[in-house]
């Protein structure tokens, strides 16, 4: 079900402040979203990186590597309010469908 | 955090599957763009060997695998897991395991072929088949049955040649229902 919402949910995660890989996956957690599976989270952050929808800061880790922290970039945000009009029109659809079983005026 | 064998552990588990990964995000960008301005797959392969091919794209991928599992097993072992169940764990739950871009071309091909799919085009084939095998016969076995001398001959060691020119009829009429197979083959390609 989350096919789709997820990139969705991670560039509004994003969008609130600088943050690193790991990260994201608590906070989605921290959501309730326990079902996520850690490659999933680390495929889409690769994918958003590729399609340029994110700025990228790196600094130092303990591990050797540096650490990349990421926030959204112009092209991101426009991603962002693509994804929440998409969803305001699925949700109000859904709703309606739900409560008027899909009729605008009964 | 971690020992020195387990940081080698992590960076080798990174340098083996950060690449399916990197495949992966490259497939989908590029069936977006190609859904978006339907430019051709060559050029896009090009496009995607040149990426895969700058060994930096390549290491920085691994680097990022290495600090997100890192970040993970830390996380598991502070929930009570030993460094090895947390590295057996995370070498688990990151293993790749989605398709790769072979096996969704493939998927696309079987996809197309199954959607193109005509039984008609086969019972046609069939049919070639069948009808100039029996033309093959017919016809072989009449000009043998004749040629050798007729119904007087045909008893006497003439039936010989009636049975070769049946052989020789069969063979030709497979041979046109093969043509007539590559035609309609090559009509369906087009």
Do not use: C
Request: proline content about 2%.
């Amino acid at each position: 079900m989350l096919k789709g919402i997820l990139e969705g949910i991670v560039l509004e995660i994003i969008s609130r402040g600088e943050i690193y890989g790991y990260e994201i996956t608590k906070k989605l957690h921290a959501l309730g979203f326990q079902g996520i599976a850690e490659a999933t989270v680390y495929a889409l952050l690769l994918r958003l990186e590729k399609n340029k929808l994110v700025h990228i800061t790196k600094k130092p880790s303990d591990m050797g590597p540096p650490r990349k922290f990421y926030t959204l970039n112009e092209r991101g945000f426009e991603e962002l309010a693509a994804f929440w009009a998409k969803w305001d029109f699925l949700s109000e659809r859904i709703h309606l469908l739900r409560t008027n079983g899909g009729e605008k005026n009964v | 955090m971690f020992s020195h064998e387990m940081k080698e552990k992590i960076k080798q588990f990174a340098k083996e599957q950060a690449p399916y990964y990197l495949e992966e995000a490259e497939m989908t960008y590029m069936e977006k763009l190609r859904r978006k301005t339907g430019e051709a797959k060559s050029k896009m392969m090009a496009k995607l060997a040149k990426f895969k091919s700058r060994s930096e794209t390549a290491m920085e991928a691994q680097n990022d695998m290495i600090l997100y599992m890192s970040d993970y097993m830390k996380d598991l072992m502070e929930q009570g897991l030993s460094e090895q169940e947390a590295f057996e764990r995370a070498k688990e739950e990151l293993k790749f395991r989605s398709e790769t871009t072979k096996s969704a071309d493939l998927q696309e091909r079987i996809f197309a072929y199954y959607n193109n799919f005509d039984p008609a085009d086969y019972e046609a084939i069939g049919l070639f088949y069948g009808a100039f095998v029996f033309l093959g016969l017919s016809i072989g076995a009449l000009v043998g049955f004749i040629g050798s001398g007729g119904w007087e001959m045909f008893l006497s060691g003439g039936w010989i040649r009636t049975l070769i020119g049946a052989v020789v009829g069969v063979l030709i009429g497979v041979g046109m229902g093969l043509l007539s197979h590559a035609v309609i083959v090559l009509k369906r390609k087009k």
